[in-house]
């Protein structure tokens, strides 16, 4: 062992050979048996998508495993689902009661948007948590330490400084977040570690930052004219004395729609674009600082780079009006395999089973705030 | 090494990440895995315990696991013996039809559990939310429509014309249902050329002066007040907030928080809405006799909107039902006082002045 590398540090990527026909056949599989089970199919259909999805991505030679199933899925999602509906209608019974007025009434109203800002977060860690218990690789299964609960006060804290600082805390404030998901995860008896500090991603957060104002405010002042906002919004809210034409009406309506769609359409590019130096370094920063078992990392994605391979999936989402999902999935997974330098290798001869909770439910939180296809 | 290269049967103990070469034998009904080196065993597994998860297609190794290590991994590389293995074990052999009549099962069981669950609430939830008003007593309603009313009348403007609101306050009184006296009555007239009135918990009726000039006899505003105190009698509002709140529990419990879903809710939600305006027409008729008021009003009323109405809103969608059909369940003939004297109409018709 000791000197079985000298000289020379392997390289390695993950690997992944999935097909797009593959992928689409999956895609098909579960729009279709989603109707005929008004969607409870969509549990099922993630735990397939994900099974696929591993069992193409090899590392060091062995492939990866996904041992979730549609039915943990599902009973996550029951669990959150009947706790939060006694929790809502306890809320409801509380202010009917008690009046909107009283203390107790206000204290109750403000509890469900507290909840609803702070539940996806919790949601987020629980997930990761969940995903990583269901990962095999060579029989070794991946793990997570601390409390989602803990995680969810601290993000919530995160955002309140990042809505205080009008943006300037996020790349600080991802950072930091990000640490708090990767020291705590395990990969067998390994695990991981980052350290990495905000501040190298600043430069391009910043440009991005002000390349995002500049660009949409441009955007909106255009639309605004071309679209003549002004005169739709005068009219509609004084619809000529009472007696307004429906054609006139669904005219404006179409209006109204074709210019949120550019807004929509626009702010993505405009994201993409202003934004994509700041992810891709953050990309590179996170990858600089992890390390894992034996294992460091490196990525040499570039900003140009990143644009271009969202730019292609915002265009192929456009043009195939969503059909093209499969490919988009392709895509993102071979773009960041790719680009994510593995530098040395796993010591498999030392890597030992972890003893750490394996939740017997998953998601549940996260199917019911911030629901994904994946 | 390239992947459709045959690599050896290998096997992962779920305890360290090291591969174990192996060779396989048969015990009756035990699948013994021998290290490769030594040829001692490493593992027995009962054939019955055994699934198999994954067939790698460029180089037909098959993954194995075993329901008692439930992380143990065995990767075979195609073999004499894993035929014959195959052969003996059917589960083995057709896993992957095997794995998917499960879940079809499964799902099946569950998409019937959903529909029976939707239908059951669709035509429960009215049943419960109609024993939930009984239970709760009036004040309660007050709780919820009394901050709604004093906003209406902060912010918009109201026709006080005392004359004319006497008058107004009259016919309420006659046309009262006897359950809800224990809460007082309010109407308040708000200005605005719109034609319409509407019910808040409480027992409070808002109705908007439109209605009052473009209506030519008081016998269809006395229609269009019995409808409203028919809601009222029957605590539609607030049984109309336990329903849709039950539908948005029920639906997202099915169809989770997506489109379909939200389509569904608002469509049943209409749907009950719909309902609850057809008992109150009924509920007008009745309580327009009671008082022995003229109680072809309601249908007149419906004629008149119809005059007025300008988008034609599919009935599926709308939160009534059609005006024809509501104008010919309302028919009565025009036996019956009148709903007030001629002079009491022209008073109520001037409660935009001088308010």
């Not at chain 1, 390994?190 to 441009?218: D, E, N």
């Not at chain 2, 009348?153 to 005392?162: F, L, P, R, Y």
């Not at chain 2, 049984?239 to 379909?260: D, K, M, Y």
């Not at chain 2, 009671?290 to 709308?318: C, M, N, Q, T, W």
């Amino acid at each position: 062992m000791p000197d079985s590398h000298m000289g020379t540090t392997h390289v390695q990527k993950l690997r992944y050979d999935g097909r797009i026909g593959a992928l689409y056949w999956i895609f098909i599989k579960i729009v279709l048996l989603n109707i005929v089970t008004l969607t409870i199919y969509r549990f099922w259909g993630k735990a397939q998508l994900r099974r696929y999805v591993w069992s193409h991505m090899q590392l060091q030679g062995e492939r990866l495993e996904y041992t979730g199933t549609g039915l943990e899925l599902f009973l996550g999602f029951l669990l959150v689902i009947g706790l939060f509906s006694l929790f809502y209608a306890g809320i409801f019974l509380g202010a009917l009661l008690f009046g909107q007025e009283s203390a107790l009434g206000t204290v109750l109203h403000l509890i469900l948007p507290f909840f609803l800002i702070y539940l996806p977060m919790v949601a987020i860690y629980a997930a990761q948590r969940y995903r990583l218990t269901r990962t095999l690789w060579r029989g070794i299964r991946g793990g997570m330490t601390g409390s989602a609960w803990t995680y969810g006060f601290r993000a919530l804290g995160y955002s309140l400084l990042v809505a205080v600082t009008a943006g300037l805390a996020t790349p600080w404030a991802q950072m930091r977040l990000a640490e708090q998901r990767f020291n705590n995860s395990y990969f067998g008896d390994a695990k991981a570690s980052l350290q990495a500090s905000s501040k190298p991603v600043y430069k391009a957060f910043f440009l991005g930052f002000i390349t995002y104002v500049v660009l949409m405010a441009l955007l909106l002042a255009a639309l605004y004219n071309i679209f003549d906002v002004g005169t739709l919004f005068a009219r509609l809210s004084h619809p000529g004395g009472g007696q307004a034409d429906p054609e006139q009406m669904a005219r404006m309506a179409w209006l109204f729609f074709a210019a949120y769609l550019c807004v929509i359409l626009g702010a993505a590019i405009i994201g993409v674009f202003a934004f994509s130096w700041y992810a891709a370094s953050f990309f590179k920063a996170i990858a600089a600082g992890l390390r894992f078992d034996n294992l460091t990392f490196r990525s040499a994605m570039g900003a140009l780079d990143y644009f271009r391979f969202w730019l292609g999936n915002i265009l192929i989402l456009a043009v195939t009006l969503g059909i093209g999902l499969p490919i988009i999935v392709h895509r993102s997974l071979r773009f960041f395999a790719d680009r994510l330098e593995i530098i040395g290798e796993i010591d498999i001869e030392r890597l030992k089973q972890n003893t750490l909770p394996k939740p017997r439910t998953g998601e549940g939180l996260l199917e019911t705030f911030d629901a994904g296809f994946w | 090494m390239a992947e459709s290269e045959t690599r050896t049967s290998r096997f992962y103990d779920g305890q360290t990440a090291r591969p174990r070469d192996v060779e396989i034998a048969f015990q009756e009904r035990i699948l013994v895995l021998l290290a490769r080196e030594d040829m001692t065993p490493i593992a027995r597994w009962p054939i019955a315990e055994m699934s198999a998860i994954d067939r790698n297609e460029m180089n037909g190794e098959m993954t194995f696991r075993c329901r008692g290590e439930p992380e143990a991994r065995l990767i075979l590389s195609p073999s004499p013996q894993r035929d014959q293995m195959l052969q003996a074990a059917a589960h083995l052999k057709h896993w992957k039809r095997r794995e998917r009549t499960a879940v079809a099962k499964t799902i099946g069981g569950l998409a019937l559990a959903g529909l029976a669950v939707v239908l059951g609430c669709y035509f429960g939830l009215p049943r419960l939310a109609i024993a939930a008003v009984q239970l709760m007593p009036l004040q309660w309603d007050a709780k919820l429509g009394d901050p709604v009313r004093e906003r209406i009348v902060e912010h918009e403007q109201i026709c006080a014309n005392e004359a004319a609101q006497a008058v107004l306050d009259r016919l309420g009184e006659r046309l009262m249902p006897e359950n809800i006296r224990a809460v007082p009555l309010t109407l308040d007239v708000v200005e605005t050329k719109d034609i319409n009135a509407f019910a808040l918990p409480g027992n409070h009726i808002i109705i908007y002066s439109g209605l009052i000039a473009k209506a030519d006899t008081p016998e269809i505003l006395a229609g269009v007040l019995a409808h409203e105190m028919g809601h009222l009698e029957m605590r539609h509002p607030t049984r109309g907030l336990i329903e849709q709140l039950g539908l948005g529990v029920a639906i997202n419990l099915v169809l989770g928080n997506n489109a379909f879903g939200n389509i569904g809710r608002v469509m049943a939600g209409l749907s009950y809405t719909r309902d609850m305006e057809r008992q109150a027409d009924e509920r007008a008729v009745a309580l327009l006799h009671r008082a022995h008021i003229r109680a072809d009003g309601l249908a007149a009323f419906f004629d008149l909107l119809k005059k007025d109405e300008r988008l034609h809103i599919p009935v599926l969608l709308s939160d009534h039902p059609g005006l024809e059909e509501r104008a010919a369940a309302t028919k009565q003939d025009s036996s019956g006082e009148p709903a007030m004297s001629a002079g009491d109409w022209q008073t109520l018709k001037s409660i935009c002045r001088n308010g």
